[in-house]
């Protein structure tokens, strides 16, 4: 299983909710959150040295997922979230240990 963390522009939410239950995914976790990346926004001067900070508002999706469903839920990401600008976002991908459904205490990938 693996823990995919994807950071995307607000006003792509929608169309990456509508594609990914496409593909049948079924749970997924989102927040708002602001966040910075390469580009460092705003300058300004903090004891004499440039220092930048701009958080800018984001929508960070958090899905679990089987190994198998990993690749073609990354390739949609990249097709649907991807304006081609800076800032379209990042995917951040992990082994994730365990995974427990608590109604019925299945684990691993039948509690998915
Ligand atoms: N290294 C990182 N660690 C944690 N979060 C990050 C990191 N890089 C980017 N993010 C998150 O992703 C959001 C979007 O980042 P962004 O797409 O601007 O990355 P970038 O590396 O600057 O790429 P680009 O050059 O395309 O803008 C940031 O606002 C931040 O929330
Ligand atoms: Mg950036």
């Not at 079924?26 to 926004?41: I, L, N, P, S």
């Not at 300004?44 to 899905?63: F, S, W």
Request: aromatic share 2%; with cysteine; glycine share 10%.
């Amino acid at each position: 299983m693996k823990k995919v963390e994807c950071i995307i522009r607000p006003q792509r939410l929608e169309e990456v909710k509508a594609a990914l239950t496409e593909l049948g995914v079924v749970g997924m976790t989102v927040q708002d959150v602001r966040g910075c990346g390469k580009q460092k926004g705003v300058t300004a001067m903090y004891r004499g040295m440039e220092y930048t900070m701009t958080l800018l508002p984001k929508v960070k999706i958090d899905l679990v997922l089987r190994d198998d469903q990993v690749e073609e839920v990354v390739e949609t990401l990249l097709q649907v979230a991807r304006t081609g600008e800076l800032g379209d976002g990042k995917i951040f991908i992990t082994n994730l240990e365990d995974v427990i459904r608590i109604r019925t205490g299945e684990r691993g990938d039948a509690a998915v």
